[in-house]
């Protein structure tokens, strides 16, 4: 089935998510459309999938105009996504999540699970890989999970499928298993849309290329083409693909980790047993993929677990047992994983949120009142330094994008004195120019010879910034390796295979 | 997941993730507790006399006799057993395993066979084990059809603090309807539609205008309370004759069945109000987990996005939902004016919706436990109206606490891990 994207434009409130966007995928090809965050992809994929109204433009299917309602018009004409957030019920089993919505039923609405159950295994056998129907879906690995998202599209005869950022959350070898998936997909004759950042990816499998940026469409490429090419089409401007750094000049300052342990609520072991060491002056990246303990080993290191055991040395005194607020005041600095829940208050301004942390005394706090224009004057003073691009420090933080909300965070835990810096993810959602500016304040951080620990599920950023990385599966420490360590020996290690040679612990 | 088949040593680590034992020790020392309480009672009120336990009625095959115990010493004995089964529970926390539900049940039990025993010792009259568990049935009533129009509300994503307005608001419907026409059926049905008119006002504002659905429900409650007051006083009372006296549903003894001692007259001497009420858990316990309507109203309550990707109408399943969940309710609204008395009383649920909301919590979002919880409430009712008659000692203020102490015992402390719907309490949009 031939897709055609004519002039979709999508408006919220001032801000245009797509403007005008054209867009043309074949039968039997892979259509990559690459773009930054915030770019608009997601949007026009929603769009298309009858999630928003397109405020002006058509969707054209084999050459029909389309106007879907809703998701369930899009599926009926052929149109399956697989979403950047699964849309799966996690309380449900595969066989449940499958047959949602084309439920298969005998006599009056009963359902007929022994069809759904062969549906999938006919699917999955389909494609060689194998997934209990009767499973429940929030027990199973992401990677899993993805494969009952596809399923799902495929039990609905989808032809036209969309791919919304679907290597987020895998290993690189369940990466590499997807792409397969998607070729097999394509020779069946599927028009497969591709949403994606990462140019690596779409080197791989694309047949052709639209980069998208600010919501319009600024070029078409070649899969061949170099990748700062691909990189300065997609941020509009050329780009530095490295971070420059000098080699690490370590320094007394250390965080000593041993055998920490932390068990959620109902007893399940999610950091098992982690020991390291970081010196100062030196960035330890923890890789591995989403889930496998690394956010709560960093809330574990700022004292939000109060059950973990082991020990947490920062420069020979005790960490874990601490209040947050303890730990804070011991000089560490936190960027939380999710900056919109855990690290900023939305409604608040930006002013408020830069000293949120520092409310209970002098200098920002006198006698129970807030002192509002030294906090203002911190706040312009933080703003210019970080470069947080605002029309007034009195905007609610909210409505900054998450670049700049970034830069609001980064700014709060930099503006006091530190002994050590864990940044979780500091630059998930975030635009290439800010990645930039935030790769920088870390690799200066560490210069300035403070421990510094980064936990990204980016390999790319991982080797980039790290001088030793770390990589964690199923909650246990796989190994600590160079950073100049081969990506395919980091890959497997995210898939919980340890390197051959162990690299030096220290 | 298939493990990439590379070259290279698997990490030691097992594939399942590890765990901790994280077993509280609330049951044992709960446990303890009440035992502690218990003994407490005993010591301090020492009764003097035996108890005297009546199990048959003069119709049943063959008559049993009355069973007459000394009533301190049983109270004792059970004090004894219950000190007994806590050590089970403490082995069985100290190897880290759960308290087994046996224990747990056998304690109460004991327990309460010892407290009946304290509280009727000495007493004139029989305390009369039939009147016990039949008036726990019916008084159960409203509170599982509350709390099954509870779980089929809370199911599909809308918080149903209504329940008490759409009892009290189907007690008055039916109460007018029933007195009016003299028939049970029409106020009964005529309940029903009242408790979903209460049902859809709950739906219009937290479906379509999402308001805070806690906030409705509240308001709604007020707002019955106000009204049904306001109509009793004004109409009702200067016409009882024609609008507030109702015929009740009669009592349909099941023959041969009926007879059987104890379990006859208490299951199968009731009104067909009571019979429906297996009847209606079973059909929504098969309706929410073995159907379409139920999967798909199950997953707008956990998943709505999910749902609406697949094309499911999300506003229109809760709606539908809604409004099924208040036609039960309202059967349970009639259980007052048609099936217990015959007319109408201001006010005169009582807090029952709110046990039934107790009960759906303490049943787990299910219908069949949320059911069983029904009944448990049902008894702790009861319980008060029987030691009033056999002359307790314990003031009858406390008595009267009774039922919502043991539902806020069994809220708290005893429901374990649960996990109500994901999406409840969240309106759906589609932005």
């Known amino acids: 089935m031939r897709l055609e994207l004519r002039g979709i434009t999508k408006r919220f409130g001032a801000l245009v998510a797509n403007d005008h966007i054209d867009l043309v995928v074949e039968p039997g090809e892979i259509h990559c459309l690459l773009g930054e965050n915030g770019a608009g992809k997601s949007t026009l994929m929603n769009v298309l999938y009858g999630l928003y109204d397109a405020d002006e433009g058509e969707i054209l299917l084999d050459g029909e105009v389309q106007d879907f309602e809703g998701p369930g018009d899009a599926m009926n004409a052929g149109i399956g996504m697989v979403h950047q957030h699964f849309m799966l019920v996690p309380v449900f089993s595969v066989a449940e999540n499958v047959m949602l919505g084309h439920e298969t039923t005998h006599g009056p609405g009963i359902l007929d699970l022994s069809a759904a159950r062969e549906t999938v295994r006919s699917t999955a056998d389909r494609f060689g890989f194998h997934v209990d129907p009767d499973a429940v879906v929030e027990d199973l690995p992401v990677g899993v999970q993805q494969r009952v998202e596809i399923i799902k599209a495929l039990s609905r005869d989808a032809q036209v499928l969309v791919f919304d950022e679907p290597t987020a959350v895998l290993t690189p070898q369940e990466t590499d298993e997807l792409m397969a998936i998607m070729r097999q997909l394509k020779d069946e004759g599927k028009a497969i849309v591709f949403i994606t950042h990462k140019l690596r990816e779409v080197r791989e499998v694309a047949d052709r290329i639209t980069v998208v940026r600010h919501g319009k469409v600024v070029g078409e490429a070649d899969p061949t083409a170099p990748d700062n090419e691909l990189a300065s089409l997609m941020v509009g401007r050329a780009v530095q693909l490295t971070v420059d750094k000098q080699a690490a000049r370590h320094t007394d300052n250390e965080l000593a980790v041993s055998h920490l342990q932390v068990a959620t609520p109902n007893g399940q072991v999610v950091v098992d047993d982690v020991s390291f060491t970081v010196r100062g002056g030196e960035i330890l990246v923890i890789a591995g993929v989403q889930g496998n303990g690394q956010t709560e080993l960093t809330e574990a290191l700022i004292g939000l677990h109060p059950d973990a055991r082991g020990s947490i040395l920062l420069d020979g005194s005790e960490l874990r047992g601490r209040s947050v607020r303890k730990v804070l005041d011991a000089g560490v600095g936190f960027v939380p994983e999710d900056r919109s829940t855990d690290g900023l208050v939305g409604e608040f301004s930006i002013a408020e949120n830069l000293i949120l942390d520092r409310t209970d005394g002098a200098p920002f706090v006198r006698a129970g009142s807030l002192q509002l224009g030294l906090r203002d004057e911190f706040a312009r003073e933080k703003v210019d330094e970080f470069d947080v691009r605002t029309t007034g420090i009195d905007l609610p933080v909210g409505r900054l994008s998450g670049g700049n909300q970034q830069k609001v965070v980064l700014a ?16 998930r959602g975030v635009d290439v120019g800010s990645i930039e500016f935030i790769h920088q304040r870390i690799v200066e951080t560490r210069d300035a010879g403070i421990p510094v620990i ?16 770390m990589v964690m599966y199923r909650g246990r420490v796989v190994g600590i390796v160079p950073a100049d ?3 395919d020996v980091l890959g497997l290690m995210m898939a919980g295979v340890a390197p051959e040679t162990e690299g030096d612990a220290a | 997941m298939t493990a990439p088949a590379v070259d290279g040593t698997p990490a030691a680590t097992p594939d399942a993730p590890r765990t901790v034992s994280t077993v ?28 005297r336990f009546s199990l048959s009625t003069p119709t049943d095959f063959f008559q049993l006799p009355v069973y007459v115990i000394p009533g301190m010493a049983t109270a004792w004995l059970c004090a004894a057993i219950g000190a007994v089964l806590v050590v089970p529970s403490v082995l069985a926390t100290r190897r880290a395993r759960r308290t087994p539900l046996w224990v747990t049940g056998v304690f109460a039990a004991v327990l309460l066979f010892g407290f009946l025993a304290w509280a009727a010792a000495g007493s004139a009259r029989d305390l009369s084990v039939v009147g016990l568990l039949g008036g726990a049935v019916a008084l159960s009533v409203p509170l599982v059809y509350g709390s099954l129009s509870g779980v089929i509300g809370e199911r599909s994503g809308t918080i149903n603090i209504a329940i008490e307005s759409q009892l009290l608001a189907g007690a008055f419907t039916a109460a007018v309807a029933g007195s009016l026409t003299n028939s049970p059926w029409v106020g009964l049905v005529a309940a029903m539609l009242a408790s979903a008119l209460v049902s859809l006002v709950l739906a219009v504002f937290t479906i379509t205008y999402r308001v805070n659905q806690i906030i409705v429900g509240v308001v709604l409650n007020v707002l019955v309370i106000g009204l049904t007051s306001f109509f009793y006083s004004l109409v009702l009372v200067p016409n009882t004759e024609t609008l507030n006296s109702t015929t009740r549903f009669e ?18 001497d009731q ?29 707008v309550g956990e998943h709505p996005r999910a749902a609406d990707t697949v094309g499911i109408e999300v506003l229109r399943t809760r709606y539908r939902a809604l409004l099924i969940a208040g036609l039960v309710g309202g059967m349970g609204g009639a259980f007052y004016t048609v099936v217990s008395i015959n007319q ?29 919880a029904g009944l448990l409430f049902g008894f702790a009712t009861n319980l008060q109206n029987v030691l009033s008659v056999v002359g307790s000692p314990v003031p009858s203020q406390f008595m009267l606490m009774l039922p919502y102490v043991v539902t806020l015992f069994a809220v708290a402390g005893l429901v374990g891990r649960s996990r109500p719907p994901a999406a409840l309490a969240t309106p759906y949009t589609k932005e």
């Open chain 1, 412 to 427: 709060r835990e930099m503006s006091r004195e530190l002994r050590l810096l864990v940044a979780a993810q500091p630059t």
């Open chain 2, 344 to 372: 109408f009383g201001r006010e005169m649920t009582a807090g029952a919706g709110f046990i039934a909301l107790a009960a759906m919590i303490f049943g787990k979002w299910n219908p069949v436990r949320a059911a069983l």
């Open chain 1, 454 to 469: 980064v936990v990204s599920t980016e390999l790319d950023e991982a080797v980039a910034l790290a001088d030793r990385i």
């Open chain 2, 24 to 51: 509280s020790w609330k049951t044992p020392i709960a446990l303890g507790v009440v035992l502690a309480l218990y003994a407490l009672l005993l010591l301090l009120a020492p009764r003097e006399g035996d108890a």
């Open chain 2, 251 to 268: 009592r349909i003894p099941i023959p041969f069945l009926e007879r059987i001692p104890v379990i006859g007259p208490v299951l199968f």
């Open chain 2, 271 to 299: 009104t067909i109000v009571v019979y429906l009420m297996p009847v209606i858990v079973f059909g929504v316990w098969y309706g929410l987990f073995r159907t379409r309507w139920g999967l798909r109203l199950r997953a």
């Open chain 1, 485 to 487: 360590t081969p990506r």
